[in-house]
């Protein structure tokens, strides 16, 4: 239920587009995403980092395209946020020997002892690969193909990517598991 209300704005934002155009479509997501960080607030009283990184892109980018009547910055969004989630997986790392999907997901997943570090290690590095690779990829749709392309891209493509990365990462992760004894 989570993962569809992350993807709230982008459907409206697919949604906006299809009816109007695309800085209708960008006011739409800038829109939501505030009324889904106020809701996120108004249930819980925190808001995650993830959160408020992306509600600053969404604003700083979305405002861009409107002020300067240039879809080319919402284009940009998903990129600049691809590429700062992959830089600040690596720098963390491999300079602060800080796991951040370890933190993320350690709670929920127990790993063998004696292959664990050597796991989330590699997790870690698989996570920024594709977010590396999504960034480049947002790139090459944006401007190699309509915006039509592009913005189904936005709600189809990466979302398909990002579950089939998902569900890869459960399959391997499942050999590295501990598993309770029966």
């Given at each position: 239920?989570?993962?569809?209300?992350?993807?709230?704005?982008?459907?409206?934002?697919?949604?906006?587009?299809?009816?109007?155009?695309?800085?209708?479509?960008?006011?739409?997501?800038?829109?939501?995403?505030?009324?889904?960080?106020?809701?996120?607030?108004?249930?819980?009283?925190?808001?995650?980092?993830?959160?408020?990184?992306?509600?600053?892109?969404?604003?700083?980018?979305?405002?861009?395209?409107?002020?300067?009547?240039?879809?080319?910055?919402?284009?940009?969004?998903?990129?600049?946020?691809?590429?700062?989630?992959?830089?600040?997986?690596?720098?963390?790392?491999?300079?602060?020997?800080?796991?951040?999907?370890?933190?993320?997901?350690?709670?929920?997943?127990t790993l063998k002892e004696k292959s664990a570090h050597s796991v989330w290690h590699q997790l870690n590095m698989a996570w920024s690969a594709f977010f590396f690779v999504m960034g480049a990829l947002n790139l090459y749709i944006a401007f190699e193909f309509s915006e039509e392309t592009w913005v189904n891209f936005k709600l189809f493509g990466s979302t398909g990517?990002?579950?089939?990365?998902?569900?890869?990462?459960?399959?391997?992760?499942?050999?590295?598991?501990?598993?309770?004894?029966?």
């Amino acid at each position: 239920m989570k993962f569809l209300f992350d993807l709230f704005p982008i459907i409206l934002f697919f949604v906006a587009f299809k009816l109007a155009d695309i800085y209708t479509a960008t006011i739409v997501a800038m829109v939501a995403t505030i009324g889904q960080i106020l809701w996120v607030y108004y249930r819980h009283r925190k808001i995650d980092a993830m959160q408020w990184i992306s509600l600053v892109m969404i604003v700083v980018f979305g405002s861009l395209t409107i002020f300067l009547h240039d879809k080319t910055f919402i284009q940009l969004k998903p990129t600049a946020l691809y590429w700062l989630f992959s830089g600040a997986l690596f720098i963390s790392a491999q300079f602060f020997q800080k796991n951040w999907i370890q933190v993320l997901m350690g709670k929920q997943v127990t790993l063998k002892e004696k292959s664990a570090h050597s796991v989330w290690h590699q997790l870690n590095m698989a996570w920024s690969a594709f977010f590396f690779v999504m960034g480049a990829l947002n790139l090459y749709i944006a401007f190699e193909f309509s915006e039509e392309t592009w913005v189904n891209f936005k709600l189809f493509g990466s979302t398909g990517l990002l579950l089939l990365f998902v569900i890869i990462q459960g399959v391997w992760l499942t050999k590295h598991m501990e598993h309770p004894s029966e």
